[in-house]
């Protein structure tokens, strides 16, 4: 669908949602301010989120029909996702440190978040920042092995903060290293909360100026508790470029745009390979899945970062890439980003 037509259809939608009158009211939702977001797929599903100053159930519903019978008479449209719901106000903490806060995140496993997100505060810090690393993945923290810094232990100097580990200038705080062996953690509900909390809340930091969360795959607790109870200041996603699962994403996208937390844009990760002995890029990995999820979804392609071997290597053996390898290509792939995600959070170097 291009774009001249997904707005001719989105306007569309738009004044069928005018017709829809506040309970009571002779004004219409929309310029009631309520209307957050209409997305028109290029399936010609509809996705409407709404979202309502009132306490009412039944003013819900009634709206909801009312949306429901006045899109059921577009012919175009063939399906309707709906979200009504109550305006809500998370009291959201803000994390205790003095800068700007970024999440790595994607729905799917192993496309280099932990990486991305360990080689990102790397090169922070190589611009100059003062730069924190918190490995939220509770499940299977993958940051100490990545860092090299799996036998170091946090401290604490009171029995309340705990003192993250340092590694050549960046801090790391993950539960990997207090929960030791090497079967993954896998706890479920509560717990997992509570480490969520305590990672966040009582690390020990405040002079951070870019902090870095890696997080689990998919829209679980802990990207809904993240989004829910703290303030992030931009989501980073990460893509491969194979076929990805489109519906994943969104479902992932939705989330984040529901609970307010901006997006900043799309890495893709693994992009080509650049042969040695030729110099010409492979796209050993596919090709084009970055471009086409900031596309769909409107939002800025942040960057592509090659497949390198010694990416996998370096990490394997605890070394920091951007550290070793500063010349390389994908260095300068996470200059690039690093510098990008800079101006988007007006983070001042
Ligand atoms: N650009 C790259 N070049 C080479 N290897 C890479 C690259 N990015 C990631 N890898 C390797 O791919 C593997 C998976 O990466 P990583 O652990 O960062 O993914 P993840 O998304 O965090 O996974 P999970 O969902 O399990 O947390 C690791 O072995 C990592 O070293
Ligand atoms: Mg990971």
Not at 65 to 73: C, L, S
Not at 160 to 186: C, F, N, W
Request: charge should be neutral; glycine fraction near 8%.
């Amino acid at each position: 669908m291009d774009l001249r037509e997904k707005e001719r259809k989105t306007v569309e939608i738009l004044r069928a949602l005018k017709k829809v009158n506040y309970p009571g009211y002779s004004r219409d939702i929309v310029s009631f301010g309520f209307l957050k977001k209409i997305e028109v797929y290029d399936d010609d599903r509809v996705f409407i989120d709404l979202e309502i100053s009132t306490q009412k159930e039944e003013v819900i519903e009634q709206i909801k029909e009312k949306v429901q019978e006045e899109i059921g008479k577009i012919g175009w449209i063939k399906g309707l996702e709906l979200s009504v719901r109550e305006r809500e106000i998370f009291r959201r903490q803000k994390i205790p440190i003095k800068g700007k806060t970024v999440a790595i995140y994607s729905t799917k496993g192993g496309v280099g978040k932990s990486s991305i997100a360990t080689q990102l505060a790397y090169t922070f810090s190589v611009l100059g920042l003062k730069s924190s690393l918190l490995d939220l993945d509770v499940y299977g923290p993958s940051i100490p092995k990545m860092t090299g810094t799996q036998d170091s232990e946090p401290t604490s100097y009171d029995g309340q903060h705990i003192i993250p580990v340092e590694k050549e200038g960046v801090r790391i705080m993950s539960l990997g290293y207090m929960a030791k062996g090497d079967t993954p953690v896998i706890w479920r509900g509560p717990l997992v909360i509570k480490a969520f909390r305590t990672l966040i809340f009582s690390t020990h930091w405040p002079d951070t100026d870019v902090l870095v969360i890696d997080l689990p795959p998919g829209s679980g607790d802990i990207q809904l508790s993240l989004a829910q109870e703290v303030n992030i200041d931009g989501i980073v996603m990460v893509t491969t470029p194979q076929d990805i699962a489109l519906e994943d994403v969104r479902r992932g996208i939705s989330m984040y745009r529901k609970l307010e937390v901006p997006i900043l844009g799309i890495v893709e990760n693994m992009s080509w390979f650049t042969c040695d002995s030729c110099g010409k890029k492979h796209f050993i990995f596919g090709k084009g899945g970055g471009e086409l999820l900031s596309k769909v979804y409107n939002m800025e392609l942040l960057g592509q970062i090659p497949f390198d071997y010694e990416l996998l290597e370096l990490a394997d053996r605890g070394k920091i890439y951007v550290l070793e390898k500063k010349n390389s290509e994908v260095a300068q792939a996470f200059l690039s980003i690093a510098k990008k995600i800079i101006d988007l959070l007006k983070i001042s170097v």
